[in-house]
């Protein structure tokens, strides 16, 4: 299988000061570790979707002062990119381990997708646990649980996507980092399995 487990020091690198520093850690470290899970899940979700996916490890490219606070593997049916298009994501922060599916800002289909959502407000919080999270931006680590969200909340948020530019839509679980710091490779692609199996419908309907 090839998949290392996560662990504290993976966690702490988000707190190395300085971009070049940071970005050297999470290089030899982080890096390889997304890298295996994509090639991993890749295969995974073209059968639970229906369709070719393939893994972008985000490199961080662009930034030129302020590193990194999280990193992660995105899986888009697009060879080229994930950001016009819902996705899946595997990654971490200092203080987290998330698995989510995602629409972000970039995706022209947004405002469409957002009405589309709105339209099955019931069947999705009958398929959502209530310990997964809701965010409408994937900048921030803020997010609600299911289970402290009514139905108006979720109205909300997909009315949001449909009229507000910056507003996102990411749905799945974050994973306190002690806790997914102890989990083994196997107990950590079983844990990804089943988030993915919850959270696809929702990317379906997108």
């Known amino acids: 299988m090839g998949i290392t487990a996560f ?3 993976d966690f702490d690198v988000f707190q ?3 971009l070049e520093q940071r970005m050297e850690q999470l290089k030899s470290t982080v890096r390889p570790k997304l890298e295996a899970l994509g090639k991993y899940f890749s295969p995974v979700l073209s059968v639970m979707t229906g369709e070719e996916m393939y ?3 985000v490199k961080h490219a662009r930034r030129t002062v302020n590193p990194p606070k999280d990193t992660w593997v995105a899986f888009a049916s697009n060879k080229r990119g994930y950001k016009m298009l819902p996705h899946f994501q595997i990654g971490l922060s200092h203080d987290h381990l998330f698995i989510l599916t995602a629409v972000i800002n970039e995706c ?3 405002a469409a997708i957002g009405k589309k959502l709105e339209k099955k407000i019931d069947p ?3 398929n959502i646990p209530g310990h997964y999270i809701w965010s409408d931006d994937h900048t921030k680590p803020d997010a609600t649980r299911t289970d402290h969200m009514n139905k108006h909340d979720l109205e ?3 009315r949001r996507m449909q009229m507000i530019k910056k507003s ?3 749905c799945g679980r974050h994973i306190p980092r002690d806790e997914a710091a102890k989990m083994g490779p196997d107990e950590l692609v079983k844990t990804i399995e089943d988030v993915f199996v919850h959270v696809l419908p929702i990317y ?3």
């Open 7 to 9: 662990t504290e020091q």
């Open 16 to 18: 190395i000061e300085g």
């Open 55 to 57: 893994y972008h490890v």
């Open 108 to 110: 022209p289909q947004k």
């Open 124 to 126: 999705i919080l009958e």
């Open 156 to 158: 909300d948020l997909f």
């Open 168 to 170: 996102e839509m990411l």
């Open 204 to 206: 379906k309907m997108a």
